[in-house]
């Protein structure tokens, strides 16, 4: 009985609930790949080459980006991976790059050490810098790597996630370089990930161009058909089996949320793992336990994103089951229709609601109309909580 638990099945588990993991099988995404294969591929002229993925929180973005970076791996280019964040110029510059071109060019650096007489400067790092002049660097390093990639019949992808509002200048200088470049019709790709708001943010930015002729990658939740196939093929690739009313159940539970795919995956795998066949019964405790945790992996870290104001847009839409007249959102609010409209722009550019159809709204995040009814203090995170008032006032034990 005990064996298979034994051999580890439990820790076999092929899913992978979390964020920025690659799960066993990305469903859907094979025609978006394709369009980066041509890229790679050094085919004709593609407007993929300079790409920008956006999408919700859990949609798939950093996923994604890691596949179109093995793909390139897979072809020979040089992938020059960053996550924005201040100091990314920085790091690239005195780190990943050296660290880059050492790595693609070791006699040149070997020729560079052997003719200095320098020891103090210490390793092959610091002497790539060294060799490097201190303004451009960043281009003449990329140009560069551009050059030895080239070499070789490959290029440079330079691939970054979570473009945010206070990281729009690394992205610049970044983008710059990478612009530069482009436009000698050198061999580099870029392709940068980030939620709609950020996203809309670089967009407007001065100096950011380039972005915004960029190729505009919207992701979208995946079908029932790729929710079922990115459930059912995993568990059978591992030697079990899911029954069909079982696949079914989790398929439409997941609403073709990749987070939520992976998640209630993971939990019906792990319910009765000495089982060959995944049942209706653990898929239901699967989805009962991955629906709340919703709240604290996506729901939560998604609302503190927002105004005190946007929030209560969330819970006026709240009030409903299904898609929400905006008219009776902004009057639950007490406000006028324009001002109303305007959270709601907020809200889509954060990639929170969706507009199913003229004149109504929709939450974006499975679990979010639920979470907000049975957690309403969540829409008001920061202002003091049922709980927390009940330590105000009364007696002054001093
Ligand atoms: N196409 C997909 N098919 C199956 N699972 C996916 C897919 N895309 C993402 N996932 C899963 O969803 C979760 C969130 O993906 P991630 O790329 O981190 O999202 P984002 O960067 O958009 O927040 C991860 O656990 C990942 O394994
Ligand atoms: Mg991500």
Do not use: C
């Not at 999408?55 to 996550?83: C, I």
């Not at 924005?84 to 880059?100: K, T």
């Not at 200048?169 to 940068?192: G, K, N, P, S, T």
């Not at 980030?194 to 950011?208: I, N, S, W």
Request: charged share 25%; proline share 5%; no cysteine.
């Amino acid at each position: 009985m005990g064996d298979r638990w034994h051999s580890g099945a439990v820790h076999d588990n092929p899913f992978r609930p979390g964020f920025g993991i690659s799960p066993p099988l990305l469903a859907g995404r094979d025609a978006l790949l394709d369009e980066w294969r041509e890229v790679l591929g050094l085919g004709a002229w593609s407007p993929f080459r300079a790409a920008l993925v956006t999408g919700m929180r859990g949609v798939g973005k950093t996923v994604l980006l890691n596949a179109v970076e093995d793909e390139a791996r897979a072809r020979g280019w040089t992938v020059v991976h960053g996550t924005l964040h201040d100091g990314l110029v920085d790091a690239l510059e005195h780190d990943r790059l050296p660290a880059l071109l050492q790595e693609r060019d070791p006699e040149a650096v070997t020729r560079e050490l052997t003719g200095l007489t320098l020891p103090q400067l210490g390793g092959g790092t610091t002497q790539v810098v060294q060799r490097y002049p201190r303004e451009p660097r960043l281009e003449s390093m990329l140009a560069r790597l551009v050059e030895l990639a080239e070499g070789d019949g490959a290029g440079v992808l330079v691939s970054l996630d979570e473009v945010a509002r206070d990281s729009l200048d690394e992205l610049r200088r970044i983008a710059v370089a990478v612009q530069h470049l482009m436009r000698e019709d050198r061999r580099i790709a870029f392709v940068a990930a980030g939620v709609p708001a950020a996203v809309a943010a670089a967009l407007e930015a001065d100096g950011l161009t380039f972005v915004r002729r960029a190729q505009q990658v919207r992701l979208d939740t995946l079908t029932l058909a790729e929710a079922r196939a990115a459930i059912a093929e995993p568990v059978r690739a591992r030697g079990r089996t899911i029954d069909d009313d079982a696949l079914e159940l989790a398929a439409r539970a997941s609403e073709g949320y990749p987070y939520l795919v992976q998640s209630i995956g993971a939990r019906a795998w792990e319910h009765r793992p000495e089982r060959t066949a995944i049942d209706v019964a653990a898929v239901r405790r699967a989805v009962a336990i991955a629906h709340e945790a919703m709240g604290e992996s996506v729901i939560v870290p998604a609302l503190r994103g927002l105004s005190a104001r946007d929030r209560d847009y969330l819970a006026a839409m709240a009030e409903d089951d299904v898609p929400a007249a905006t008219a009776d959102v902004a009057r639950r609010m007490g406000a006028t229709t324009g001002l109303a409209g305007r959270h709601r722009a907020r809200l889509l550019d954060a990639g929170v609601v969706v507009v199913p159809e003229r004149g109504a709204v929709d939450f974006a995040i499975p679990r979010m109309r639920e979470h907000l009814r049975a957690h309403p203090h969540d829409a008001q995170l920061g202002l003091p909580t049922a709980a927390r008032r009940t330590f105000q006032g009364g007696e002054d034990v001093r």
